[in-house]
Protein backbone atom coordinates (compact mmCIF):
# COMPACT_ATOMS: atom_id res chain seq x y z
CA UNK A 1 0.00 0.00 0.00
CA UNK A 2 1.42 3.44 -0.81
CA UNK A 3 1.28 6.14 1.92
CA UNK A 4 -1.01 8.30 0.28
CA UNK A 5 0.27 11.61 -0.60
CA UNK A 6 1.80 10.95 -4.37
CA UNK A 7 0.19 14.19 -5.70
CA UNK A 8 0.78 18.24 -4.58
CA UNK A 9 -0.52 21.20 -5.28
CA UNK A 10 1.28 24.37 -5.03
CA UNK A 11 -0.67 27.66 -4.04
CA UNK A 12 2.17 30.45 -4.49
CA UNK A 13 2.54 33.61 -5.61
CA UNK A 14 6.25 33.85 -5.86
CA UNK A 15 7.21 32.28 -9.16
CA UNK A 16 11.06 31.58 -7.54
CA UNK A 17 9.66 29.98 -4.78
CA UNK A 18 7.16 27.86 -7.15
CA UNK A 19 9.77 27.13 -9.18
CA UNK A 20 11.82 25.48 -6.19
CA UNK A 21 8.79 23.80 -4.84
CA UNK A 22 8.27 21.88 -8.32
CA UNK A 23 12.52 21.53 -8.76
CA UNK A 24 12.73 19.92 -5.41
CA UNK A 25 9.06 18.10 -5.21
CA UNK A 26 9.69 16.30 -9.17
CA UNK A 27 12.98 14.99 -8.03
CA UNK A 28 11.06 13.20 -4.99
CA UNK A 29 8.67 11.52 -7.20
CA UNK A 30 5.21 13.83 -6.44
CA UNK A 31 3.17 14.55 -9.39
CA UNK A 32 2.92 19.10 -8.94
CA UNK A 33 0.06 21.23 -10.00
CA UNK A 34 0.77 24.61 -9.14
CA UNK A 35 -1.72 27.95 -8.72
CA UNK A 36 -0.59 30.93 -8.44
CA UNK A 37 -3.37 32.74 -6.32
CA UNK A 38 -6.42 31.77 -3.61
CA UNK A 39 -8.96 31.40 -6.32
CA UNK A 40 -6.98 29.55 -8.84
CA UNK A 41 -5.50 26.82 -6.16
CA UNK A 42 -9.12 26.44 -4.98
CA UNK A 43 -10.65 25.78 -8.69
CA UNK A 44 -7.81 23.18 -9.01
CA UNK A 45 -8.22 21.77 -5.70
CA UNK A 46 -11.70 21.19 -6.62
CA UNK A 47 -11.07 19.55 -9.45
CA UNK A 48 -7.79 17.71 -8.89
CA UNK A 49 -8.00 16.79 -5.61
CA UNK A 50 -4.59 16.41 -4.87
CA UNK A 51 -2.99 14.71 -2.05
CA UNK A 52 -1.53 17.36 -0.37
CA UNK A 53 -1.31 21.27 -0.52
CA UNK A 54 1.38 23.48 0.42
CA UNK A 55 0.04 26.82 0.71
CA UNK A 56 1.38 30.10 1.00
CA UNK A 57 -0.17 32.70 3.31
CA UNK A 58 0.29 35.64 2.07
CA UNK A 59 -1.64 35.69 -1.36
CA UNK A 60 -2.88 38.15 -4.00
CA UNK A 61 -6.42 38.02 -3.58
CA UNK A 62 -8.12 35.56 -1.15
CA UNK A 63 -4.98 35.01 1.27
CA UNK A 64 -3.71 32.07 2.51
CA UNK A 65 -5.88 31.27 5.41
CA UNK A 66 -8.97 32.14 3.80
CA UNK A 67 -8.30 29.56 1.10
CA UNK A 68 -7.05 27.11 4.31
CA UNK A 69 -10.76 27.39 5.78
CA UNK A 70 -12.19 26.67 2.25
CA UNK A 71 -10.50 23.89 1.55
CA UNK A 72 -11.03 22.50 5.45
CA UNK A 73 -14.77 22.78 4.48
CA UNK A 74 -14.29 20.37 1.66
CA UNK A 75 -11.25 17.76 2.68
CA UNK A 76 -9.14 16.26 5.47
CA UNK A 77 -6.26 16.83 2.60
CA UNK A 78 -3.15 17.64 4.67
CA UNK A 79 -2.07 21.46 4.08
CA UNK A 80 1.46 22.39 4.51
CA UNK A 81 1.63 26.10 5.28
CA UNK A 82 4.22 28.55 3.84
CA UNK A 83 4.31 31.56 5.95
CA UNK A 84 6.78 34.59 5.78
CA UNK A 85 7.01 35.04 9.22
CA UNK A 86 8.45 33.38 11.93
CA UNK A 87 5.91 34.46 15.15
CA UNK A 88 4.85 32.09 17.40
CA UNK A 89 1.32 33.51 16.83
CA UNK A 90 1.56 32.69 13.42
CA UNK A 91 2.09 29.31 13.53
CA UNK A 92 -0.53 29.11 16.36
CA UNK A 93 -2.55 30.69 14.07
CA UNK A 94 -2.04 27.89 11.22
CA UNK A 95 -2.31 24.96 13.00
CA UNK A 96 -5.58 26.38 14.56
CA UNK A 97 -6.97 26.82 11.25
CA UNK A 98 -6.35 23.62 10.22
CA UNK A 99 -2.95 23.31 8.79
CA UNK A 100 -1.10 20.16 9.37
CA UNK A 101 2.16 22.09 9.89
CA UNK A 102 3.89 24.97 8.80
CA UNK A 103 7.24 25.96 7.07
CA UNK A 104 8.94 29.72 7.37
CA UNK A 105 10.74 31.19 4.23
CA UNK A 106 13.15 30.82 3.42
CA UNK A 107 13.03 27.25 3.47
CA UNK A 108 15.93 24.73 2.49
CA UNK A 109 15.11 21.26 0.38
CA UNK A 110 15.75 19.64 3.71
CA UNK A 111 13.42 21.34 5.86
CA UNK A 112 10.85 20.84 2.86
CA UNK A 113 11.06 17.18 2.85
CA UNK A 114 11.49 16.68 6.57
CA UNK A 115 7.78 18.69 6.80
CA UNK A 116 6.84 16.13 4.12
CA UNK A 117 7.86 13.13 5.69
CA UNK A 118 6.20 14.27 9.03
CA UNK A 119 2.89 14.77 7.27
CA UNK A 120 2.57 11.58 5.53
CA UNK A 121 4.00 9.79 9.02
CA UNK A 122 1.37 11.01 11.23
CA UNK A 123 -1.36 10.41 8.14
CA UNK A 124 -0.24 6.67 8.58
CA UNK A 125 -0.11 6.67 12.11
CA UNK A 126 -3.63 8.42 12.14
CA UNK A 127 -5.15 5.90 10.26
CA UNK A 128 -3.28 2.96 12.23
CA UNK A 129 -5.04 2.57 15.53
CA UNK A 130 -2.40 2.56 18.11
CA UNK A 131 -2.85 0.20 20.98
CA UNK A 132 -0.04 1.37 23.15
CA UNK A 133 1.40 5.23 23.79
CA UNK A 134 4.97 4.68 24.83
CA UNK A 135 7.53 7.95 24.90
CA UNK A 136 9.93 6.55 27.29
CA UNK A 137 8.02 8.51 30.13
CA UNK A 138 4.59 7.88 29.88
CA UNK A 139 2.59 4.69 28.67
CA UNK A 140 -0.84 4.87 28.12
CA UNK A 141 -2.16 1.53 27.35
CA UNK A 142 -5.85 2.22 25.35
CA UNK A 143 -7.00 -1.23 25.06
CA UNK A 144 -6.42 -1.73 29.30
CA UNK A 145 -7.13 1.85 29.58
CA UNK A 146 -3.61 1.67 32.33
CA UNK A 147 -1.40 4.63 32.39
CA UNK A 148 2.19 4.54 33.96
CA UNK A 149 4.60 7.04 34.10
CA UNK A 150 8.34 6.60 35.03
CA UNK A 151 7.50 3.00 35.02
CA UNK A 152 4.83 3.52 37.89
CA UNK A 153 1.57 2.93 37.62
CA UNK A 154 -1.53 5.32 38.18
CA UNK A 155 -4.83 5.45 38.68
CA UNK A 156 -6.63 8.38 37.14
CA UNK A 157 -10.55 8.76 37.13
CA UNK A 158 -12.27 8.32 33.57
CA UNK A 159 -11.88 11.82 33.45
CA UNK A 160 -8.29 12.03 33.89
CA UNK A 161 -8.28 9.02 31.69
CA UNK A 162 -9.43 10.52 28.75
CA UNK A 163 -7.94 13.65 28.90
CA UNK A 164 -4.73 12.39 29.02
CA UNK A 165 -5.36 9.95 26.28
CA UNK A 166 -6.32 12.96 23.54
CA UNK A 167 -3.57 15.25 24.99
CA UNK A 168 -0.56 12.17 23.84
CA UNK A 169 -2.89 10.82 20.92
CA UNK A 170 -2.23 14.41 19.82
CA UNK A 171 1.27 14.69 21.46
CA UNK A 172 2.75 18.04 20.28
CA UNK A 173 -0.51 19.48 18.60
CA UNK A 174 -2.54 21.83 20.61
CA UNK A 175 -5.65 21.44 22.04
CA UNK A 176 -8.13 23.82 22.74
CA UNK A 177 -10.48 23.91 25.93
CA UNK A 178 -13.48 23.25 23.64
CA UNK A 179 -11.88 20.07 21.62
CA UNK A 180 -10.40 18.73 24.83
CA UNK A 181 -14.06 18.43 26.56
CA UNK A 182 -15.47 17.04 23.33
CA UNK A 183 -12.48 14.28 23.65
CA UNK A 184 -12.76 13.77 27.04
CA UNK A 185 -16.01 14.22 28.60
CA UNK A 186 -19.10 11.91 28.27
CA UNK A 187 -21.41 14.88 28.37
CA UNK A 188 -19.46 17.83 26.55
CA UNK A 189 -22.48 19.96 26.51
CA UNK A 190 -22.91 22.85 28.39
CA UNK A 191 -19.17 22.36 30.14
CA UNK A 192 -17.51 25.67 30.72
CA UNK A 193 -13.61 25.86 29.63
CA UNK A 194 -12.70 26.29 33.40
CA UNK A 195 -13.74 22.52 33.88
CA UNK A 196 -10.69 21.96 31.40
CA UNK A 197 -8.37 23.91 33.48
CA UNK A 198 -9.17 22.52 36.90
CA UNK A 199 -9.07 18.44 35.47
CA UNK A 200 -5.45 19.99 34.04
CA UNK A 201 -4.43 20.93 37.21
CA UNK A 202 -5.64 18.21 39.11
CA UNK A 203 -3.80 15.65 36.27
CA UNK A 204 -0.85 17.36 36.77
CA UNK A 205 -0.61 17.46 40.97
CA UNK A 206 -1.43 13.43 40.51
CA UNK A 207 1.33 12.95 37.94
CA UNK A 208 3.83 15.08 40.14
CA UNK A 209 3.74 17.54 36.66
CA UNK A 210 3.47 20.75 38.72
CA UNK A 211 6.48 22.60 37.62
CA UNK A 212 5.49 24.59 34.26
CA UNK A 213 9.23 24.17 33.43
CA UNK A 214 9.32 20.73 34.03
CA UNK A 215 5.83 19.89 33.03
CA UNK A 216 5.02 17.57 29.95
CA UNK A 217 1.52 18.78 29.80
CA UNK A 218 1.88 22.65 28.83
CA UNK A 219 -0.41 25.10 28.96
CA UNK A 220 -0.06 27.40 25.96
CA UNK A 221 -1.63 30.79 26.76
CA UNK A 222 -4.90 31.87 24.96
CA UNK A 223 -5.03 28.57 22.81
CA UNK A 224 -5.08 25.67 24.96
CA UNK A 225 -3.20 22.67 25.87
CA UNK A 226 -0.53 20.45 24.81
CA UNK A 227 1.47 16.99 25.67
CA UNK A 228 4.91 17.79 24.80
CA UNK A 229 6.35 14.99 22.49
CA UNK A 230 9.48 13.72 24.60
CA UNK A 231 12.95 14.23 22.44
CA1 LIG B 1 3.36 35.27 -1.29
Known amino acids: MRDGVTSILAIEDDADIRQLLRALLDREGYTV ?3 TNGR ?14 ILDVGLPDLDGWQVLERIRDMSDAPVLVLTARSSEQDKVRGLNAG ?3 YLTKPFSRVELLARLQAIRRRQVANTTPRAMFDDGSVQVD ?3 QQVSVGGQSVLLTPTEY ?9 AGQILSADQLIEL ?31 SPLETVRGFGYRYRAAR
Request: charge should be negative; proline fraction near 6%.
Open 33 to 35: TEA
Open 99 to 101: ADD
Open 162 to 170: RLLSALVRH
Open 142 to 144: FAH
Open 184 to 214: AWDDPSGLAPARVKYAVLRLRRKLDWDDPDE
Open 40 to 53: DGLRIFHQARPDLV
